[in-house]
């Protein structure tokens, strides 16, 4: 008895202690600064809050919760990381979705510039900790990726007992945002947080996050006022305090919390995601499912027996169809976004430290590699002894695949390549983020042709679709949310049509009639390719909601199956757009299915899990 008293007693004293150290202070937090390579308000507003937080002598320290930048590109970054040391207290920055979805380094200059993307300090007897929750990449919902949470957590339970948590993300951790907010909100429901601090929405918000708390800041842009601001916040024993900072003007009170020891009940499982639609296609059974619990990009590669992938930390890893099991892995030294290609027993992929890479498919040993200038996150294709790749060094290459060696190289590119070109005819097909897109002679390299949209912004470029070609037409879509088929030998239009909000996605027809594409809101279409005006075969309804993940549809033997930014596979029949079944893996990103036939097939997602699933006949699966 005496010695349980005693544990109860130290426990309690602990718990006092730990109370006891938090002292009143304030922070400032700075959000949305978005600072952009053609436009300098956002730079001279980021200026100013500088200068008028330094005038504050009493602010411990600032926190920058993402979207520091406007086009995720490193002068932006240096440019902002000048102003951050202006300041002289500590500041500590995490990223937002335009460091993440449009980085011509894959996502990777970020931390080279401000050392990481994720920060953890602590602060009278507070414990504050921020990390990425935005898309890699591809457009898709706010995400944390597997290796964060088990970060999030191991830095969790280091902290002493009763430590108060303070998160900071970009995006609320809530449905609609982050595709996996709950994974994250059970995380720190075991712990005392006092609030989630975000932006992302550009205004002062209150929400909630899985009973967390979740406080949206005003961004750092003036918008249509004269001046920007920033957010002033005041933690005391009994509050935290939250005061609008506009340039100029004192501070503005809008909301008040209660500070303390927070305790946090049982979930709403209502608003977790449903796999109830499972039940309802029996034949779709999952032969394995390997996680490998690290974020994967890039589709997989199937030949001879063996999948290939690579991840979000730069392993590359080759496992055995059969069971899932991994056979080896490679390292390199950055993200792997590239999708690889197989040819004979060697395999080569692109990844963002800067370098091609050439693998033996039995052991994994380095045939060759490539060095370039910068990230390379385009998917090679092999044709015969040639390798066809692009990267974010303004350059597309044929290699050699024997060897590494250089066939030719058109580096007049002013935008980074990702996606996978089109062989057609002798000729090369591919966008990239600079508005445009290409064709390339096969032979040389030399530039036939280069059509864009009209769109000065290069958000709009087709630059994530992996275009494909027949009837002498080259098909893509874009963010411009437009249906398009150029001339493939002249780059002239055969037609365009914005009938149906497609984007980013499109597939082909085995036969090479038909051409298939995903709208931004449910419905799946297929156009006759062999027609020189938009001409509509046939548009199902497959209620998947809004969705905007660049998952290309894959067809195979008179079967179309492509996955969902929320986990959710479908497939329908490609003559009638019947859809056959639904399967729901996850509810984050799936990437561009690989299929083995109509019946077997292999889907990746940024949960970081390797699956094959096999659809058996209706009659033999009752």
Request: aromatic content about 10%; charged content about 20%.
């Amino acid at each position: 008895m005496k010695i349980n008293s005693c544990r109860i007693l130290c426990l309690l004293l602990a718990i006092a202690c730990s109370s006891a150290h938090l002292f009143a202070f304030r922070f400032a937090l700075l959000t949305d600064v978005h600072i952009s390579p053609t436009n300098p308000v956002p730079l001279e507003d980021l200026q100013a809050s500088v200068s008028e937080i330094n005038a504050m002598v009493s602010i411990a320290f600032v926190i920058v919760s993402g979207d520091i930048t406007e086009a995720g590109d490193k002068a932006s970054m240096q440019q902002a990381k000048e102003q951050f040391d202006r300041l002289h207290m500590p500041c500590y920055v995490t990223s937002g979705n335009h460091e993440t979805k449009w980085s011509e380094s894959g996502c990777t200059d970020f931390a080279r510039v401000f050392g990481d993307d994720k920060f953890a300090f602590r602060y009278g007897g507070c414990f504050f900790i921020g990390f990425n929750s935005g898309p890699v990449i591809k457009m898709a919902d706010g995400h944390v990726a597997p290796q964060d949470l088990i970060w999030l957590e191991e830095q969790l339970k280091k902290q002493p007992q009763g430590t108060f948590v303070i998160p900071v993300t970009h995006y609320p951790l809530q449905p609609g945002d982050v595709d996996n907010w709950y994974q994250v909100t059970d995380i720190l429901r075991q712990y005392p947080v006092q609030t989630v601090l975000g932006g992302h929405y550009h205004r002062n918000m209150l929400l909630g996050c899985d009973g967390l708390p979740d406080v949206l800041c005003r961004s750092n842009l003036r918008a249509d006022q004269p001046v920007g601001g920033w957010s002033l916040i005041q933690v005391d024993p009994d509050s935290v305090r939250f005061y609008e900072k506009r340039i100029g003007q004192g501070p503005l009170h809008w909301l008040s919390l209660p500070f303390g020891n927070h305790k946090y009940g049982q979930p709403d499982l209502s608003l977790r995601p449903d796999t109830s639609v499972n039940n309802l296609y029996p034949q779709v059974t999952v032969r394995w499912q390997t996680d490998i619990k690290v974020g994967i990009y890039s589709a997989p590669a199937v030949s001879d027996g063996f999948v290939y992938i690579g991840d979000d930390e730069g392993q590359f890893y080759c496992l055995d169809i059969a069971d899932g099991t991994v056979r080896w892995t490679y390292p390199t030294q950055g993200r792997i976004i590239s999708t690889a290609a197989v040819a004979g027993h060697k395999v080569v992929f692109g990844s963002t430290d800067g370098n091609i890479y050439c693998l033996d498919t039995s052991k994994g040993n380095l045939c060759w590699d490539f060095s370039t200038d910068a990230a390379v996150m385009g998917c090679p294709v092999i044709s015969g002894d040639t390798v066809f790749i692009g990267g974010s060094d303004g350059c597309f290459r044929a290699l050699r695949l024997r060897d590494g060696h250089e066939f030719w190289s058109f580096c007049e590119l002013q935008g980074y390549v990702e996606t996978k070109p089109c062989l057609y005819n002798g000729n090369i097909y591919f966008g990239a983020w600079d508005c445009n897109l290409y064709a390339l002679s096969r032979a040389d390299g030399h530039l036939l042709w280069k059509w864009n949209n009209g769109r000065s912004n290069d958000k709009f470029s087709p630059a994530a679709v992996w275009p494909v070609a027949t009837a002498g037409k080259v098909f893509i879509t874009a963010p411009d949310r437009f249906l398009t088929a150029l001339d493939a030998q002249t780059g002239n239009v055969v037609w365009r049509t914005a009938a149906h909000k497609v984007r980013e996605t499109i597939g082909l027809s085995h036969d090479g009639k038909t051409v298939f594409s995903r709208c931004m809101n449910d419905s799946v279409l297929a156009m006759d390719a062999q027609a020189d005006v938009p001409a509509t075969l046939w548009k199902t309804n497959a209620h998947y909601g809004y969705d905007h993940n660049p998952s290309m549809l894959i067809e195979n033997n008179g079967i179309i199956v492509f996955g969902t930014k929320n986990g959710l596979l479908h497939a329908l029949d490609a003559s009638s757009g019947e859809v056959l079944w639904r399967y729901k893996i996850g509810n984050s990103v799936i990437n561009t299915v690989t299929m083995l036939s109509e019946k077997d097939i292999c889907v990746t997602s940024s949960e970081g899990t390797i699956t094959r699933l096999f659809i058996e006949d209706i009659a033999t699966k009752q």
